[in-house]
């Protein structure tokens, strides 16, 4: 004998009825998905109010990019968190109330070939030696991608 789901349209509409604690909480779960990981991690949901999703920015500058986006992210918590997804973007300047995670370093993939001298030159440039190194291996992996002319 199968068991027949349960069909109930408002299901999510009344477990995540706007202005809930649970509703909040989807929203800052949805939030890195709608945004990405990385400015997950430099943002943070700070609540909802009249059907605005109130976001802590760094500064004003992070502020600014995010309201340029803010029609894609409304749309993208729109997939997510369907009827319990806020009308509209606020966002508010000041310190994180979490430290972010550090990022994890990516295990770097080792060109098959070494920069071209003329990439090596332009790399002597570069004062700091972690960064030159981290430039020529980029630019020799990028430049191994192609097959030599």
């Avoid at 809930?20 to 779960?29: H, I, M």
């Avoid at 500058?61 to 009308?87: C, D, K, N």
């Amino acid at each position: 004998m199968a068991l027949k789901p349960v069909a109930s349209p408002g299901l999510g509409a009344r477990l995540f009825a706007p202005g809930t604690p649970a509703a909040t909480a989807l929203l800052r779960a949805a939030w890195p998905l709608a945004v990405g990981a990385d400015l997950g991690q430099r943002t943070e949901v700070t609540g909802i109010d009249n059907g605005t999703l109130r976001v802590r920015v760094p500064d004003a500058r992070w502020r600014q990019v995010l309201f340029r986006m803010r029609r894609e992210i409304l749309s993208r918590l729109r997939e997510t968190a369907g009827p319990a997804a806020p009308y509209r973007l606020g966002f508010v300047e000041g310190p994180l109330s979490f430290v972010p995670p550090p990022a994890a370093e990516a295990k770097p993939v080792p060109p098959t070939k070494d920069a071209p001298p003329a990439v090596v030159g332009a790399a002597a440039a570069i004062e700091d030696p972690a960064l030159r190194a981290r430039f020529l291996e980029s630019a020799a992996r990028y430049l191994d991608r192609f097959p030599a002319r």
